[in-house]
């Protein structure tokens, strides 16, 4: 893993920049700096602004992090690294036209992103035909990686796409195991927001909480652009679950539990990463108390492989905090600069690049601030590590951290 120590990143971040070409080095369009310094940029798409502004964010500027330190250590001799950033707002189209601006920037050579499951499936075949390397801190759809028939019949569809965070097929379960097995709930309804990952989280849940023995007592949607469930909550209350589990995003989830609090239906409301945000306690407000999120890897701040990363995050003074994918976009970017390694060393420019790094990221594997960062067969972590949090004081407080097996 590329890294440095914290005190030297104080000074070397106040000095490094990032995404801009500093006066003395003009650089060009071809992709060469001055002198024999040339450029290759990591690109970010995620949200950077709307509803779900603050998990981008935090994707962005771990990236921008991991770049700063590799160009600080030299990492990739001859080579300055940049970061393009691009706002995917969450949409499948604006996701597309993103990546489509930055598969047309020859010194593009990789990309972390994207945070939307749905999002990807957008964007995936654009870079796939660009052959840029994509690497996703958040998606957990696993048809993203494993194709339409995961189920039964994996096949890898864009072997350019790999992802730092496990899939829902694992986080699904999981949290139905935690449900039925540790919280004795043997009754619960579903809701999801009809999107891609909401809908991927409650089938994968549903299937193992039945089989564990549990019922589903009501399974109801909502779109994703109401702000009023009371129809929704008439609906589940009669059936008497002990919990709600929720498929989708903190936008939406927080109100629901709000408003299914207020309407009388005093269970924990449960969901997957989407909801695992500080916003989301900030929208359901004082009766988030006993809410619950399973999210990918360890508690961050609870990783002494992390301790650097966070550190240095701090010092940097980003604005917004690293949030839920972080560390695993840290890592993300990390694992595209250990390919770089690799397929620039010899390269003439970042586009030559392209397809060479994609074969160098089969073989990646290092100690990353999550864990150990490597890919199978299908571009998935070999990561399986989850946590369950729960909403104790006005803060998400980790419950149960395992590997799931």
């Known amino acids: 893993?590329?890294?440095?120590?914290?005190?030297?990143?104080?000074?070397?971040?106040?000095?490094?920049?990032?995404?801009?070409?500093?006066?003395?080095?003009g650089g060009s369009d071809t992709g060469s700096g001055s002198g024999n310094t040339k450029t290759a940029k990591i690109g970010v798409i995620a949200p950077l602004s709307g509803d779900l502004a603050a998990l981008g964010k935090g994707i962005e500027h771990s990236v921008d992090l991991a770049i700063k330190q590799a160009n600080e250590s030299n990492a990739i001799p001859g080579w300055k690294l940049e970061l393009a950033a691009e706002d995917d707002q969450a949409t499948p189209d604006v996701g597309k036209n993103a990546a489509t601006k930055l598969a047309s920037d020859k010194d593009v050579v990789g990309v972390v992103g994207t945070l939307n499951s749905s999002v990807a499936q957008s964007v995936q075949p654009v870079l796939s035909t660009a052959n840029i390397t994509m690497v996703s801190p958040a998606n957990t759809n696993p048809s993203l990686t494993q194709g339409a028939d995961f189920a039964t019949a994996p096949k890898r569809t864009y072997p350019n796409y790999f992802r730092t965070c496990t899939t829902d097929s694992i986080q699904g379960p999981f949290a139905a195991r935690y449900l039925f097995e540790k919280a004795g709930i043997k009754e619960v309804a579903t809701v999801h927001d009809k999107k891609t990952y909401g809908q991927g989280l409650v089938d994968?849940?549903?299937?193992?909480?039945?089989?564990?023995?549990?019922?589903?007592?009501?399974?109801?949607?909502?779109?994703?652009?109401?702000?009023?469930y009371d129809a929704v909550v008439s609906k589940i209350k009669p059936s008497n679950p002990k919990a709600v589990y929720y498929g989708g995003e903190f936008p939406q989830a927080g109100p629901f539990s709000q408003q299914m609090k207020a309407a009388g239906l005093n269970v924990p409301l449960m969901g997957g990463d989407g909801i695992y945000s500080g916003e989301f306690i900030k929208l359901a407000g004082s009766t988030?108390?006993?809410?619950?999120?399973?999210?990918?890897?360890?508690?961050?701040?609870?990783?002494?492989?992390?301790k650097a990363f966070v550190q240095a995050y701090d010092a940097a003074g980003y604005a917004e905090p690293y949030e839920a994918y972080g560390a695993y976009a840290y890592d993300a970017a990390n694992s595209i600069i250990n390919a770089l390694k690799t397929s620039l060393a010899s390269a003439d420019s970042a586009e030559a690049a392209r397809q060479a790094t994609v074969q160098a990221m089969s073989s990646v594997s290092f100690d990353g601030v999550t864990g150990k960062v490597a890919f199978d067969e299908y571009g998935d972590t070999t990561s399986k590590v989850l946590t369950v949090y729960a909403v104790k004081d006005g803060a998400w407080a980790p419950v149960n951290t395992e590997e799931f097996k």
């Open 204 to 228: 994968a849940f549903s299937k193992e909480f039945t089989k564990l023995g549990g019922t589903i007592v009501a399974a109801e949607t909502i779109n994703p652009d109401d702000d009023k």
């Open 1 to 25: 893993m590329v890294a440095v120590g914290a005190s030297l990143l104080v000074a070397s971040l106040a000095l490094t920049g990032c995404g801009t070409r500093g006066g003395d080095d």
């Open 288 to 306: 988030a108390t006993g809410d619950l999120a399973t999210s990918v890897g360890a508690p961050t701040d609870q990783l002494e492989s992390a």
